[in-house]
């Protein structure tokens, strides 16, 4: 199993501490060598050539010192390996984080969360023992034997050559097991992700579960599917064991057959006994690296199999009209403020065979102005939205700011100058002062209980036990839905951002804060930009102009009232909307 250039990418600090673990791994085995050598001649010494303790003293101080180098290698060398371990973590959750963003929310509602969840967290956890034990050990599995094999050859090559033709044993029993061993970690990672996500999306759906009466058969799924990884990891540890016993057997042979023929040798008088004692010591050190190398296999196993998932999304090609993750060009930062938004002549299709979302789209916001987007639903209200936020790039036509196309700008710039708030906002686990500073991280007391006021959220949000400091837990669990939109609507205020996309900003308000808030939007138009995405007759009316989408086309535009009157294709559907004959 070669190193895996997906955990360790490239050169870098990951790669150099990953070296020098390596060079200080083969130093240890080098001492280990001088150690054997002086420990060696220091038996000769007693056994045959008479020598006392006091004769001794010598040879200890160079011993000791060996002994303690050769220590000193082996824990320098895990240091380095361990904090190669750490880089590749915080890199591979940078590159994945940084990837999923490049990707966008269409990915992220594609994949099942708790297994991208578990991928990013659990996964990249795996690694660990893949980087810091199984790679540096890879190297030493050849690198360590050379050197005990060249020490022994020089003493007795006879030992030396039953060294070399015993050691592709163990490699070739290695790949025969790990083949088996590693069909079944993998069979284990899919089957804890896949538990992961079953088990994250009962608990994200339990009161749906409970009010349907389903959340035993729930649970019996999940436990089911429990037992199903049990069984798996069973047979992982099984082949694990049956590896280790291999490994084990196949080393202690070779030892054994390196003793049986030194011991003849030695009592025949045809090798002395400094050289015999020399091989007998470096025989099973010759195979200890690849019965670590054998250990840490099935330990860097999991980080293997991790590594294939993390290389699908760090390799996810972008959905047919997202921006690539090189688009970047100068920064918005020449736009003027406020700034005009133009749609000119834009086509979307969201694969291929499907019909297309956008044909021929056209309009303008002006700066400064607010303008609502309205239209049944599927009439591409959303993807409009989509594309303004560069989340998607046009097939066709193109989208200005000011007088710059979209496509030129920086993505990440970009947004900096756009707020949004969706009609299902999302709210995260953490006070209502939290997820109101995702906006602005720096916003003060005072700046967070102004966007309260403007969004009409004040009420409720003093009403709450703590205020700005209640918990409201994960998705706004302890808020009503028109409460999050409200709440949503603050966060964008906050950003203060010069263009601002509202998606149904009042779809589940009551009359009475509706008006309110329609008139807070109406109040944004004085210093910034607006695109409204509307249903109702009072949200859109307190836009400047009205424009109208059916089948992903622009079928009238205008001012509210003068769209009313005329009695047209947007007339007919407020009127249909609202229930009027």
Sequence with gaps: MPLDTRLVPGAGPARRDLALAVLLGALAGALLVWQSALLSRALDAVFLGGAGPGDLQGWLGPFVAVALGRAGAAWLGDVASARAAARVRVDLRRALLRRIGELGPRFVGAERTGELTHTLVDGVEATDAYVSQYAP?????????????????????????????????????????????????????????????????????????????????????????????????????????????????????????????????????????????????????????????????????????????????????????????????????????????????????????????????????????????????????????????????????????????????????????????????????????????????????????????????????????????TPIGEQGQRLSGGQAQRLALARALLRDAPLVVLDEPTSQLDPEHEARVAAAIAALRRERTVLLIAHRLGTAGAADRVVMLAGGRVVEQGRHAELLASGGVYARLIAAWHGVS
């Design 137 to 469: 050990q890879l190297a030493l599995a050849v690198v360590a034997p050379v050197l005990v094999a060249v020490a022994v050859a020089r003493a007795d090559l006879l030992s030396a050559a039953v060294l070399v033709l015993t050691y592709p044993l163990i490699p070739l029993f290695m790949y025969l097991v790990g083949g088996v061993a590693r069909e079944r970690t993998r069979r284990q990672w899919v089957t804890l992700s896949r538990m992961g996500a079953r088990f994250l999306d009962a608990v994200q759906g339990l009161a749906t579960l409970k009010a349907f009466g389903r959340a035993s058969d729930e649970a019996a799924a999940v436990a089911s599917a429990s037992e199903r990884y049990r069984i798996v990891t069973m047979g992982v540890l099984r082949m694990a064991l049956l590896s280790a016993l291999t490994l084990e057997l196949l080393a202690t042979l070779g030892t054994a057959i390196v003793a049986v023929e030194v011991g003849l040798r030695l009592l025949a008088g045809r090798i002395a006994f400094e050289p015999a004692i020399f091989a007998l010591i470096l025989a099973p050190e010759f195979y200890r690296p690849l019965r670590t190398l054998g250990a840490s296999f099935h330990a860097g196993m999991a980080g293997r199999e991790a590594s294939g998932r993390i290389g699908q999304i760090l390799a996810a090609p972008a959905e047919s009209g997202a921006p690539p993750a090189s688009a970047k060009a100068s920064g918005p930062a020449a736009l003027d403020t406020p700034f005009g938004v133009t749609f000119d002549d834009v086509h979307f299709t969201y694969g291929a065979g499907l019909p297309p979302a956008l044909e021929g789209v056209s309009f303008t916001v002006g700066a400064g102005e607010a303008v609502a987007l309205v239209g049944p639903s599927g009439a591409g209200k959303t993807t409009v939205a989509q594309l303004l936020l560069g989340f998607l790039r046009p097939e066709r036509g193109a989208i200005l700011a000011g007088e710059r196309r979209l496509t030129e700008l920086d993505p990440r710039a970009w947004r900096r100058l756009v707020t949004w708030v969706p009609q299902r906002p999302h709210l995260f686990h953490g006070t209502v002062a939290d997820n109101l500073r995702i906006a602005r991280p720096e916003a003060t007391r005072e700046d967070l209980e102004r966007a309260l006021r403007r969004a009409c959220a004040d009420g409720f949000v003093e009403a709450l036990p703590q205020g700005l400091d």
